[in-house]
């Protein structure tokens, strides 16, 4: 049908002629209310970023000569995180002689990721960037 015809058509029946894919040989157009079609993809759109959960990330900060009480008090608030459905960042900052004993922060690290085996996994393993050791952590699948 020529483009003239279903200009036409469309008119005839107060709708739009809106071009589908106007790219092929020959374009593939439709009648139809243009506004209403907006309006409703809208809707749509608004529908699902509602039903989004918005993962964010949190931070623990650790020591290497973290108390035990101290210690215990990160891990609960990370264990607030992750029950909320947030990812947590564990970070350890090595100061100046601290630095030739990342052993110990890995010790630090691995006694975290225990903690909190029942309710996180460890999405990346601890690894040493710089002066800085970090571990990242998420919530585990319960289905």
Do not use: W
Not at 6 to 18: P, Y
Not at 24 to 32: D, G, Q, R, T
Not at 37 to 53: I, T
């Amino acid at each position: 049908m020529s483009a003239s015809e279903a200009l036409k058509i469309a008119e005839s029946r107060n709708l739009d002629l809106v071009k589908i894919a106007p790219m092929a040989k020959p374009p593939v157009c439709k009648i139809m209310d243009y506004g209403k079609f907006r309006f409703e993809k809208a809707k749509k759109e608004k529908e699902a970023k509602k039903n989004q959960k918005i993962i964010e990330i949190k931070e623990i900060r650790l020591s290497l000569n973290i108390d035990t009480h101290d210690f215990e008090t990160k891990i609960n608030h990370a264990r607030k995180f992750i029950a909320a459905g947030n990812k947590v960042k564990v970070s350890i900052r090595f100061r100046g002689r601290e630095m030739a004993h990342p052993e110990l922060g890995l010790v630090i690290m691995k006694r975290c990721s225990e903690a909190l085996e029942d309710c996180a996994s460890v999405e990346k393993a601890a690894k040493l960037e710089g002066r800085q050791m970090l571990m990242f952590l998420a919530p585990k699948n319960t289905k």
